[in-house]
């Protein structure tokens, strides 16, 4: 698939779902912002980027504590979600700008932060998008990136994989701590610390927030049932389907 043709399939998936992503439980909660506000403790001159922003939980809830935040993301309708959200909060310093995470149009150094949660498994180019990042960082900035992670173990991994495109189209790829720190490394940009979390997904809501069709829907609890035990109980698979993954969230500076 070319890149023009992902990003067309990224767009259609969340340009349609943009308003459930605002109001999505897994989206809006989670012991990492606490992570990431603490992260900005004392920071309040900075402008940071939320990369792959979706409705942009990230932004509210640093919005409070830097100069300027800019909501980045592919889907246009997304950023009108986040818009008339910051609107509606108060959030005078939260502003919108549309495009992809491997072709940044800002300028060298410009950004203090940026934070990514929940995007980088929709990028095509994930190399290219973490050199774009160290790119617009500041010297001595920081980025963080939280998302699903890929246990390693080819079998584990297979399963995810195959689960995650079932129920999205515009998924590319969880990936593995190794290689995240290799694709971090390889980008210029140096693994400060790193944690894992533990993610449940109830599924009835994680596949109507993407509008998941029926037959996919139906493959992915056909596929569940039909796996080993080894893959159910690491996944916490339940009998309608709800199951836990990992979650990496990485802080890495320029």
Not at 93 to 105: D, F, K, M, Q, Y
Request: charged share 20%.
């Amino acid at each position: 698939m070319t890149t023009t043709a992902h990003t067309q399939v990224v767009q259609k998936q969340f340009g349609e779902q943009a308003a459930a992503y605002l109001s999505s439980a897994v989206h809006a909660q989670g012991t990492e912002f606490a992570l990431l506000q603490a992260e900005l403790a004392g920071q309040g001159s900075a402008r940071l980027l939320d990369l792959g922003c979706g409705a942009g939980h990230v932004s509210f809830h640093v919005a409070p504590l830097v100069k300027e935040v800019v909501a980045y993301d592919l889907s246009q309708q997304m950023l009108d979600v986040v818009a008339a959200a910051a609107q509606d909060r108060g959030f005078t310093n939260i502003s919108t700008v549309n495009g992809a995470a491997e072709r940044l149009p800002f300028a060298d150094g410009e950004f203090d932060f940026v934070f990514s949660r929940y995007s980088a498994h929709h990028w095509s180019d994930l190399g290219l998008a973490l050199r774009e990042v160290r790119r617009v960082l500041k010297p001595g900035g920081v980025a963080a990136f939280v998302d699903v992670l890929s246990p390693g173990s080819p079998l584990l991994d297979t399963y995810l994989q195959t689960v995650e495109v079932l129920r999205d189209t515009s998924h590319v790829r969880d990936y593995s701590a190794a290689e995240w720190m290799r694709q971090l490394s390889d980008a210029g940009l140096h693994l400060r610390n790193s944690s894992r979390q533990r993610l449940r997904l109830e599924y009835t809501s994680w596949v109507e927030r993407m509008r998941t069709p029926e037959v996919l829907r139906a493959a992915i609890l056909e596929l569940q049932r039909a796996m080993g035990q080894e893959v159910r109980d690491y996944y916490e698979i339940q009998a309608d389907g709800t199951f836990s993954t990992d979650v990496l969230v990485a802080f890495a500076e320029r």
